[in-house]
């Protein structure tokens, strides 16, 4: 029989190991989470979402099929968080608006947006695919970012005294415009005599975008 010091001390072990196991399972699940979804990101770069089945991403994040149903539910599921996380404007909030400088805001978000475009070519083969198909995942990427740009529209209208339609149009024109010259880039060598391959064209294509913005805060401001 064990002394009552030592007893006490084993408990104690005990106690502590116990408390750190949830905690362990719960950091092993997100790392092997961040592992799938590194291993989508992987795939869709590679060979495109065409490519995505249970098995080949298992394999590529070498895990067990079971878990990819354990975490994600399911291949939809998982396609579905996958582009969500990726999508440029389902991640964007209200907090990128500083009420102080509503036009700076606004070209920083639409910088951000090439940005992100020309450096991520998941992103570009994610909006192709868009384009291409329609199935659960994409409906839901696009609920996210219908329900984020209304929430940065509304915002802009309430900050400017501009109707929301008004917003509505030059957000989607300007949005739309990057997106497509982002889009035919990797084939399209100029757009009206501006190079999309290189950052010289691309800080034109921002400065159109800067000009349009000033243009628009200064009629509403008269």
């Known amino acids: 029989m064990l002394p009552i010091s030592n007893l006490s001390l084993w408990l104690l072990i005990g106690n502590i190991s116990m408390s750190t196991q949830p905690h362990n399972r719960m950091k092993n699940r997100e790392q092997t989470e961040s592992r799938i979804l590194e291993a989508v990101a992987s795939i869709v770069e590679s060979e495109g979402f065409e490519?995505?089945?249970?098995?080949?991403?298992?394999?590529?994040?070498?895990?067990?099929?079971?878990?990819?149903?354990?975490?994600?539910?399911?291949?939809?599921?998982?396609?579905?968080?996958?582009?969500?996380?990726?999508?440029?404007?389902?991640?964007?909030?209200?907090?990128?608006?500083?009420?102080?400088?509503?036009?700076d805001s606004i070209k920083n978000m639409f910088r951000k947006q090439i940005e992100q475009l020309r450096n991520d070519v998941t992103l570009r083969r994610l909006c192709r695919w868009e384009l291409s198909c329609n199935n659960t995942s994409i409906e839901q990427l696009r609920d996210k970012r219908e329900e984020n740009g209304c929430s940065l529209i509304k915002l802009v209208s309430t900050l400017t005294g501009c109707p929301n339609t008004e917003v509505a149009s030059l957000a989607s024109i300007l949005s739309a415009a990057i997106s497509y010259l982002a889009l035919i880039e990797d084939q399209c060598l100029s757009y009206n005599g501006i190079s999309l391959q290189n950052d010289k064209g691309w800080d034109e294509i921002m400065k159109g975008v800067e000009m349009i913005v000033d243009l628009w805060i200064k009629s509403i401001q008269e």
């Open 51 to 103: 490519k995505l089945g249970i098995n080949t991403i298992a394999s590529k994040a070498n895990v067990s099929k079971m878990l990819i149903y354990r975490y994600f539910g399911g291949l939809e599921e998982l396609i579905a968080q996958f582009i969500i996380q990726k999508d440029y404007w389902a991640n964007t909030g209200t907090v990128i608006i500083n009420p102080q400088s509503v036009g």
